[in-house]
């Protein structure tokens, strides 16, 4: 097993890793809409989703991962009504390449965030 970091995306909040490789495949811890520093986003759906994403693909980078290699993805979102929304920028992010997804519906979120995404992916 191999522990990843990077100072692209906020450090864990709790006891815990942005992400392990084991026997190639990344799992990432979930990202929320943090800043690399630690700060939340704006309280925008579309804001929150773009800097998961950033956070996403910044723990895939330092996994030597990415976008392209991830084949399962699970979102949590504080609100379905917010699902179009968030089903639209994630679109963004994966247009071509579509892994495998999970969305639910939970009641509540670490720093009262709006969404938060894992991912597992390959690592080559």
Same mark, same amino acid.
């Given at each position: 097993m191999k522990n990843?970091? +990077?100072q692209e995306a906020p450090e864990a909040i709790g006891p815990y890793s942005q992400g392990i490789i084991v026997n190639n495949l990344f799992y990432s811890s979930g990202q929320i809409p943090l800043k690399p520093d630690g700060t939340m986003v704006g309280?925008?759906?579309?804001?929150? +989703?773009h800097q998961v994403?950033?956070?996403?693909k910044a723990v895939l980078e330092a996994a030597g991962?990415?976008?392209?290699?991830?084949?399962?993805t699970t979102v949590f979102i504080k609100d379905m009504n917010q699902f179009g929304s968030i089903n639209e920028v994630?679109?963004?992010?994966f247009s071509e390449?579509?892994?495998a997804r999970s969305c639910v519906e939970v009641a509540r979120l670490p720093k009262d965030a709006l969404v938060e995404m894992e991912v597992i992916a390959l690592v080559r």
């Open positions: 990843v970091f +990077t309280e925008g759906i579309e804001e929150q +989703t994403f950033a956070n996403v991962s990415s976008l392209e290699d991830v084949v399962k994630y679109g963004e992010y390449h579509k892994p």
